[in-house]
């Protein structure tokens, strides 16, 4: 009787003491929800952008899009913000999800948790790169909560997580010599400490395929399906390919032509960036539409010529809103910096992933990195590829439907994966 007694007793001390330590290891995290409220910068973005100073036609004779902006679509995205785009009003439809900040390793994460309420719901990381932020994958966030099928006739709903890179939008600065490798290291924590998920799926795009591709390799038994549209390793030349008896089909050519045609033309931005970010950081950082041009640009630059009509919801109205957050988050000076911090960030070096759960690649014809089955597969456990004719870098804005149809089929190799 007594030994019961005292065991009972114990057993219940013990689950209150696991009780207050789990208390107190969510509140280390200081885990809280977070409302988007930048309704007070807003009138003085408007005062710069009606007082900015545009030249009346071309500096130049028009060249077109090769040499960048081009002065006419400055002015009509200029026309448009003053005129008819409504940053209180995307506040309030952004507020619609549920977000959060917690804070890892002296960071603040701001992110969007959405629950599919689904037993067996497949927690998935969405990450984005530069000049992106959560905004593209607004689009697929409600979608991929409900329960669909796989092209396999399997069950697949997702519990959605889009966090903000450090620098970007409402996460905090990072130290000057952060890494994707902490970056990493630190959503890694927030999947499986703050949010207790002991296993899940991500889908990273630009900077953000680095940072998927290094969760797959380095959490093996935590991430146990990836996700990419892009690779943390060079595209290979024309040359290159066929010396790895590589053949491409026509498709694969166009789109082997822009990653060439971005090599050899587009890539200034990404000197700045690697080499001086200071200054194009505060050379726009009190300017909307500095950050106009730059970021615009490479918006319209890297996206399907077609872009904003459907399927892709690419409005110039949505260019716009992603501008205005890094300008009213005041982020535009920190995120550029992850180019200065990953010089490394592109492998030359081919390595297949330590990791034999499920890899799945979605290629579209515009996006500026191209890499064939043949490459991907050097790199992964490849199980699914899929090339769409429409599309280009930001395909939860570019292709939604394309890329959430390639992101259920997660489902189709998840169990598999156990
Ligand atoms: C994108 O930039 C490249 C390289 O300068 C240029 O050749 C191409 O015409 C541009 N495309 C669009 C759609 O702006
Ligand atoms: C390409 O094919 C040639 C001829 O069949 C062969 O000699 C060579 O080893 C192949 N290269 C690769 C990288 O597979
Ligand atoms: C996970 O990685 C370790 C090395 O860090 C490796 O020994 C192990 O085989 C990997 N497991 C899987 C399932 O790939």
Redesign the pocket.
């Known amino acids: 009787m007594a030994s019961s007694w005292i065991h009972t007793l114990a057993s219940s001390l013990l689950l209150t003491m696991m009780i207050i330590r789990t208390a107190i290891a969510k509140e280390d995290f200081k885990l809280r929800p977070f409302e988007i409220d930048l309704s007070d910068r807003v009138p003085r973005m408007i005062r710069q952008i009606q007082e900015s100073h545009l030249p009346q036609t071309p500096v130049y004779t028009d060249t077109?899009?090769?040499?960048?902006i081009t002065l006419s679509d400055l002015k009509s995205f200029k026309q448009q913000w003053l005129t008819s785009f409504d940053w209180d009003q995307e506040q309030i439809s952004l507020n619609k999800f549920s977000h959060f900040t917690a804070e890892i390793e002296g960071l603040t994460v701001h992110f969007i948790h959405e629950k599919s309420g689904a037993a067996d719901a497949i927690p998935l990381l969405l990450i984005h790169g530069w000049p992106g932020s959560f905004l593209e994958f607004i689009p697929l966030v409600d979608d991929l909560t409900k329960t669909a099928m796989t092209k396999s006739g399997k069950r697949v709903s997702f519990d959605v997580i889009v966090p903000s890179l450090p620098g970007f939008a409402f996460s905090s600065s990072p130290p000057i010599d952060w890494t994707i490798q902490d970056t990493t290291r630190v959503f890694n924590t927030l999947m499986t400490h703050v949010l207790a998920y002991e296993e899940y799926a991500t889908f990273g795009t630009d900077w953000g395929s680095g940072v998927a591709y290094s969760l797959y390799d380095q959490w093996n038994t935590t991430v146990r399906a990836a996700h990419l549209d892009f690779l943390p390793f060079y595209p290979l030349s024309s040359a290159e390919l066929a010396a790895e008896n590589i053949t491409l089909t026509g498709l694969e050519e166009f789109e082997e032509d822009v990653t060439i045609?971005?090599s050899?033309?587009?890539t200034g931005y990404f000197s700045e960036q690697t080499t001086k970010p200071n200054t194009i950081g505060l050379a726009l950082y009190d300017s909307p539409i500095g950050q106009l041009a730059w970021i615009g640009?490479k918006f319209?630059?890297?996206?399907d010529?077609d872009a904003g009509h459907a399927p892709s919801v690419l409005t110039r109205n949505e260019i716009l809103r992603s501008v205005s957050l890094y300008y009213l988050t005041e982020s535009f000076a920190s995120s550029v910096v992850i180019y200065a911090q990953n010089p490394n960030g592109f492998s030359t070096v081919y390595s297949k992933a330590l990791n034999d759960a499920p890899l799945l690649f979605s290629a579209f014809k515009?996006n500026?990195g191209f890499w064939p089955p043949a490459l991907v597969a050097q790199v992964g456990n490849l199980v699914y590829y899929k090339n769409h004719g429409f599309g280009g870098h930001f395909p939860g804005l570019d292709n939604p439907p394309a890329l959430l149809g390639d992101l259920r089929e997660i489902g189709s190799y998840w169990e598999a994966s156990k």
């Open positions: 077109g899009t090769s040499a960048g045609t971005w050899n033309e587009g640009e319209m630059n890297w996206s010529p515009y500026p």
